[in-house]
C-alpha cells in the first residue's frame, strides 16, 4: 500500500567522543521539499544529507534536525596562532608605553581576540565524520519510512473502505436513472390532463408525448457517465493497492470522479438521484482530502 507523507523518525551515531543525532520530520507537501537545519560547522555536509534524503523520499515536506546529542561532546582541537598572539602583545605593551596605564588581564583580552584561538573539531577528519552523519541519517530516515508506511496502510484501507461505499452510491444512480424518462413522461400527462381536460388540442397525439418523453430520455442518459465512474473506481482501489508512490495519480482520477458526478447532477431531474449526487459528493470530498496525506 502507499506511504503516507506524514512522519516521524531519528538516528544516533556514536564514535569514539562523537555523538550525533538526526531527526525528520514529514508533512504532506505537493512536491518533495527538504529543509535541513545544523550547526554551522556540519554545515559542509549539507549537501551529503540532501542527496541521501532524496533517494529515500518522494514527496512530502521534510525538516532534518542535526544535533550533537546532550551529555557527549565531540573531540576537539583548538591551535593557537602564536605569531598573531605576539603580534597583539607588542601592540598592548605599546599601547601601554603611550597611555602610562596598564592593559589589565593581557591573557583574558587575547584569548577574545578573532583569529588567536580556532576550533579544530572531530580532529578535522571529515570523512570519519561524513560516515557518522550517514549512518545517523539512513537511520532516521528508515524509521520515519516505517511510520509513513504504517500510516499509509490505515490511511489506504480506510480509503478502499470510502471507494466501496462510493460504488454503492454509483450503483444507485444506475438503478435510478432509467426510472426517470418513465416518471417524467407520467408527468407530462398528468401536466397535459390538468391543462386541456377532455378536449385535446389537434397538435397533441401520444406520439408526440413519446417523442418528447424519448428526447428527455436521450438527454438525461447517464450510462457513459456510470461506465467511466466505474473504470475510475477500478484504477483508484488499483492505486490504493499500490506500494508505488501514486499521490498524483489520486489526486487526477478524484478530479475525473468530480466531473462525471458533476455531469450526473446537472442531468439529474429527479429528486432522489439529486440527492445520491450530493452525497456523493460529499464522501468524495473527504476522499479527496485524504489522499492530500498519500505520497
Not at 545544523?38 to 542535526?66: M, T
Not at 462510493?166 to 454509483?170: D, F, K, S, Y
Not at 482520477?253 to 462525471?260: T, V
Given at each position: 500500500m502507499p506511504r503516507s507523507m506524514t512522519g516521524y523518525g531519528?538516528?544516533?551515531?556514536?564514535?569514539?567522543?562523537?555523538?550525533?543525532?538526526?531527526?525528520?520530520?514529514?508533512?504532506?507537501?505537493?512536491?518533495?521539499?527538504?529543509?535541513?537545519?545544523?550547526?554551522?560547522?556540519?554545515?559542509?555536509?549539507?549537501?551529503?544529507?540532501?542527496?541521501?534524503?532524496?533517494?529515500?523520499?518522494?514527496?512530502?515536506?521534510?525538516?532534518?534536525?542535526?544535533?550533537?546529542?546532550?551529555?557527549?561532546?565531540?573531540?576537539?582541537?583548538?591551535?593557537?596562532?602564536?605569531?598573531?598572539?605576539?603580534?597583539?602583545?607588542?601592540?598592548?605593551?605599546?599601547?601601554?608605553?603611550?597611555?602610562?596605564?596598564k592593559s589589565g588581564d593581557k591573557l583574558k583580552i587575547l584569548a577574545g581576540l578573532d583569529g588567536i584561538l580556532t576550533l579544530d573539531e572531530n580532529g578535522g577528519d571529515e570523512a570519519l565524520l561524513a560516515g557518522q552523519i550517514e549512518e545517523a541519517l539512513e537511520a532516521a530516515l528508515d524509521e520515519l519510512n516505517r511510520a509513513r508506511t504504517l500510516e499509509g496502510g490505515r490511511l489506504a484501507l480506510d480509503l478502499l473502505a470510502k471507494t466501496d461505499e462510493?460504488?454503492?452510491?454509483?450503483a444507485s444512480m444506475a438503478r435510478r436513472a432509467p426510472l426517470i424518462p418513465e416518471i417524467y413522461r407520467e408527468k407530462l400527462i398528468q401536466r397535459a390532463e390538468e391543462l386541456f381536460e377532455d378536449q385535446r388540442p389537434e397538435w397533441y397525439s401520444d406520439q408526440r408525448l413519446f417523442a418528447e418523453t424519448a428526447l428527455f430520455a436521450d438527454r438525461s442518459s447517464i450510462d457513459e457517465e456510470v461506465t467511466r465512474l466505474h473504470?475510475?473506481?477500478?484504477?483508484?482501489?488499483?492505486?490504493?493497492?499500490?506500494?508505488?508512490?501514486?499521490?498524483?495519480?489520486?489526486?487526477?482520477?478524484?478530479?475525473?470522479?468530480?466531473?462525471?458526478?458533476?455531469t450526473i447532477g446537472s442531468k439529474a431531474n429527479d429528486l432522489e438521484l439529486t440527492q445520491v449526487v450530493v452525497a456523493s459528493k460529499t464522501l468524495l470530498e473527504k476522499i479527496r482530502e485524504q489522499v492530500q496525506n498519500i505520497e
Open positions: 531519528e538516528g544516533i551515531s556514536k564514535r569514539g567522543g562523537c555523538s550525533i543525532r538526526i531527526e525528520c520530520r514529514s508533512v504532506n507537501h505537493r512536491y518533495l521539499d527538504i529543509s535541513i537545519r545544523l550547526p554551522s560547522r556540519y554545515a559542509a555536509h549539507e549537501s551529503l544529507i540532501r542527496s541521501i534524503s532524496q533517494k529515500q523520499l518522494n514527496r512530502g515536506r521534510v525538516e532534518i534536525r542535526l544535533t550533537d546529542e546532550p551529555g557527549e561532546s565531540p573531540e576537539y582541537e583548538v591551535a593557537v596562532d602564536q605569531p598573531l598572539a605576539m603580534a597583539y602583545m607588542r601592540a598592548l605593551d605599546q599601547l601601554e608605553a603611550l597611555t602610562g596605564e462510493l460504488r454503492e452510491h454509483v473504470a475510475h473506481l477500478d484504477a483508484l482501489s488499483q492505486a490504493l493497492e499500490s506500494d508505488l508512490p501514486v499521490g498524483r495519480q489520486l489526486d487526477f482520477l478524484i478530479q475525473e470522479i468530480f466531473r462525471e458526478i458533476n
